[in-house]
Structure formats: C-alpha cells, structure tokens
C-alpha cells in the first residue's frame, strides 16, 4: 500500500514535472549542462517528495485514533537505522549534486582563444556594451555559435547580469570585474534581465540580447566603426542609436519620438532659458542628468552610464545634439 501511495503521488509529480513546458528555449551551448543540472536536482526532489508523501499518507490513514480511543502510543525511544539512513541519503545526493555542478560550472566557463571579449558595465538601471573596436551599444548584440566573454562590472551597486535562454548568469560587482562566458547558438532576440535587486528601477533594468549570423554582425559592428569615424554628425548619430537615446527622448533629426524624457529639440531652448552655453549645458546633462532635470520629469531616471562613453564618442554626440538644434531650437 505505501509503495502503491509513493508511486502514484511519483508519477504525479513526473507528469507536472514534464508535461508542462518550465523552461525558456535553449539558445547558448552552456544551458545542455544547466539544463541537466536542474533536471537532475528536480528528479532527486520528485523522489523525495514522493516519499515523504506517501508515509505522511499512509500514516494519516493507518494510525488515525478511532473516536472512543484515548489511549496513549507506546513509548518510542530513537531509531539509530533511521537516523543513519535519514543523514547518509541526503548527504550522498548534496554530494552527487555538487560534483555534477561543479563538472558543469568548470565545463561552461571554458572559452577559445579567439573568444570575443565584451565590456558590460551595469548601472541603476541600464546595461552598456562595448566591443573591442570600441563600438558602444545599449543592446548586445552577439554572432551566433562563437564563443563570448563578457567582462561585467558594476559602477554603484550589485546587479546579475542574465540572458534565461542562455542559463548563464553572473553577479556585477562594485570594485572587481567579474565574467561570464556565452556560446549562443541561435539566431534571435532575447530579453537581458537584472537578477539581483539593484533599487527602485531593479525590474525595468532590461535591455536585448541579439544573437545575428556572424556574417551579419561582423557587417554591423564594422559598419559602426567605419559611422564612428567618419564626421562628427555621423559618428554622433551612430551613437545616439546604438545607445538607446531614441527609446526615451524625441529629437527631430533622429526621426525619435518617445517621450519618457525631455524633448531633445528643446535643448537650445532650455540653454538660454538657464542661461548656458549649449555644448557645455549638453554635455552636463548626457554626464551628470541630475544636475539640471526638465520641469516635469524625475531625477534618477536616466542612467548615467553614458559618462562612461569613450571621449571621442561622447564629444559626437554633444556636437550631433547641438547641431541638430538649427532646425526646431525654438519652443
Ligand atoms: Cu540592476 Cu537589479
């Protein structure tokens, strides 16, 4: 009968276990050994569960007092076999456990020589990537079925950079620069979440992760340097794209209408109302915006990750923002 109860609740749990899809798709080569991990420590727990269940069951059952019963139980002192068994089990399979992760932890952080090195620098709330050629971007974009090592670090708090599709995930650490390597090995578009509760913005600290054939992101990576060094107009609105600027302010000449943020086409307007000069008064408000924040919006909203942009790409960007004043500085 208890073999019966364990085997039935068993076969329950399975099928919760496996019918419904828990999982987000595979996309990297290093989620094979995650994957196995989380299998493995998910059937040593339906066996468990299963178990405990079926003697917690049975005995409710079994043992229950009859209505006129009001005996006591036998005195029961101890039960050295089940102590010894109780210990020794769970003590073999946190073992079996740790060895296995350790083997699949050892095997995902091993990477090829000619693996792309990317910066990640996370911030309260934004993600920031930059690649060897020091292209700067606030999606990452990644070629499909090479090896990659993101290099993270962390510029006021904790954060935990994580792609699920890819089951890697590291911790950004103030001080240190930390790493975590990624093969993706299909093409697509996955979310990049914040895992560790990093303040108020913690659950909008998101961003893409883009996995393109190599071919295609070898063309977009080159073709940004090449934007990156041509004349300033350009190169600043090379940067102004792949930094995300469009996804919170509207500025005319990037055709950008959001609105999370001030208007952009606004800026003269502003300068002359703070009496500044324009490039210093850009500048001020791409390095430090909570200097001086728009009448209507909130401080603290804009990351400041882009102090962090190379010298070269930020003067672009201040000179693509003050020229693009001419057409719409009036408001
Ligand atoms: Cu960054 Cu949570």
């Known amino acids: 009968m208890l073999v019966a109860i364990g085997a039935v609740v068993g076969l329950l749990t399975t099928a919760v276990a496996i019918l419904i899809d828990w999982l987000p798709e595979q996309a990297s080569e290093q989620r094979e050994g995650i994957d196995f991990l989380f299998w ?3 059937a040593i727990c339906v066996g468990i569960f299963a178990i405990v269940a079926a003697v917690i ?4 059952f079994k043992f229950r007092a009859q209505p006129d019963d009001d005996t006591d139980g036998p005195p029961i002192h101890g039960n050295t076999t089940i102590e010894i068994a109780w ?9 079996i456990i740790a060895i296995a992760s350790g083997i699949v932890l050892a095997r995902n952080d091993r990477t090829s020589a000619d693996a792309l090195d990317i910066d990640v620098t996370a911030q309260q709330f934004a993600w920031s990537f930059r690649y060897p050629n020091d292209v700067t971007s606030g999606t990452l974009r990644l070629p499909v079925n090479r090896d990659v090592v993101l290099n993270l670090r962390a510029n006021d708090v904790l954060h935990s950079f994580w792609v699920p599709q890819f089951g ?8 240190t620069v930390t790493r975590v390597a990624v093969t993706p090995n299909k093409v697509g578009s996955y979310p990049v979440v914040c895992s560790e509760l990093c303040g108020l913005g913690h659950s909008l600290m998101r961003t893409q992760a883009v996995v393109m054939p190599a071919a295609e992101y070898e063309r977009w990576v080159n073709d940004q340097a090449e934007e990156l060094e041509g004349p300033p107009g350009q190169a600043g609105a090379a940067v102004f794209r792949n930094n995300g600027c469009a996804s919170c302010h509207t500025f005319a000449p990037a055709g950008s209408e959001a609105e999370v943020g001030p208007s952009l086409d606004r800026l003269a ?19 430090e915006p909570d200097e001086e924040v728009a009448e209507g919006y909130q401080p603290n909203v804009m990351p400041k990750t882009y102090a ?14 003050v020229e693009g004043q001419r057409g719409g500085g009036t408001g």
């Open 168 to 175: 890697q995930k590291q911790d950004a650490v103030p001080g």
């Open 40 to 42: 493995l420590t998910t």
């Open 57 to 60: 069951l049975y005995c409710v």
């Open 308 to 321: 962090e942009l190379p010298r070269d790409q930020l003067d672009a960007l201040v000179q693509y923002l």
């Open 87 to 95: 210990t020794a089990v769970p003590t073999v399979l946190v073992v």
């Open 269 to 287: 307007a502003r300068a002359r109302e703070l009496d500044r000069e324009l490039p210093d008064f850009v500048r001020e408000s791409i390095v």
